[in-house]
């Protein structure tokens, strides 16, 4: 069982940054794969960026890749997303999500329904 904490998210002006934070609690944080999606009302949650096991490998959709960066800190429990250069369609829930145990495989890792825990969530909104 893996319980996860998003925080740091608000709103900001286009070309502003913000880092999201997301803390697990459980165990064996170190064998999840761990994943940020968004979520626009009346969309599906879509893959944002992911991280492997030891944090060595990353990832993310073409929309967000130079912009964001996700990282992990396996000691501390703690997964985040920073975000440069932000833009209005940046404008998300953004869900915090980890995966046990799954092959680093983008089939797999950018699938949400391969992840079978995720956080309440927190609101990102960019102006223009």
């Known amino acids: 069982q893996v319980l996860l904490v998003e925080s740091g998210g608000g709103l900001v002006q286009a070309g502003d940054s913000l880092r999201l934070s997301c803390g697990a609690s459980g165990s064996a944080f170190s064998l999840h794969t761990m994943a940020w999606f968004r979520q626009t009302p009346g969309q599906e949650r879509a893959f944002v960026a992911a991280?492997?096991?030891?944090?060595?490998?990353?990832d993310y959709t073409n929309s967000v890749a130079g912009r964001f960066t996700i990282s992990r800190d396996n000691a501390k429990n703690t997964v985040s997303l920073q975000m440069n250069r932000l833009k209005p369609e940046d404008t998300a829930v953004y869900y915090c999500?980890?995966?046990?145990?799954?092959?680093?495989?983008?089939?797999?890792?950018?699938?949400?329904?391969?992840?079978?825990?995720w956080g309440q969530g927190t609101q990102v909104t960019v102006t223009s």
């Open positions: 999500e980890a995966q046990f145990l799954r092959p680093w495989n983008r089939t797999v890792y950018a699938d949400e329904l391969q992840y079978g825990y």
């Open positions: 991280i492997d096991l030891s944090g060595g490998s990353a």
